[in-house]
């Protein structure tokens, strides 16, 4: 099992790296991840305040987090 960190997350939902996001893909894709508490909550802090996105998109980006991988 992988651990994952906040940069891979934002990497991967913001795709806004031309070399970094495909890597978070791939890392991603791997399934098997572990994502500690803290990075969750860091993630939808950075999403919240540094990209402004808004609640639903947040909420879905963790529905996917949660659920998904």
């Known amino acids: 099992m992988r651990a994952i960190d906040t940069n891979i997350l934002l990497r991967h939902f913001r795709d806004d790296d031309p070399d970094q996001s495909p890597l978070a893909l791939r890392v991603m894709s791997t399934g ?38």
């Open 32 to 69: 098997h991840l572990y994502c500690a508490k803290t990075v969750l909550l860091e993630f939808e802090m950075v999403m919240r305040h540094v990209f402004d996105e808004k609640k639903p998109e947040i909420s879905r980006c963790i529905a996917m987090i949660l659920f998904h991988f």
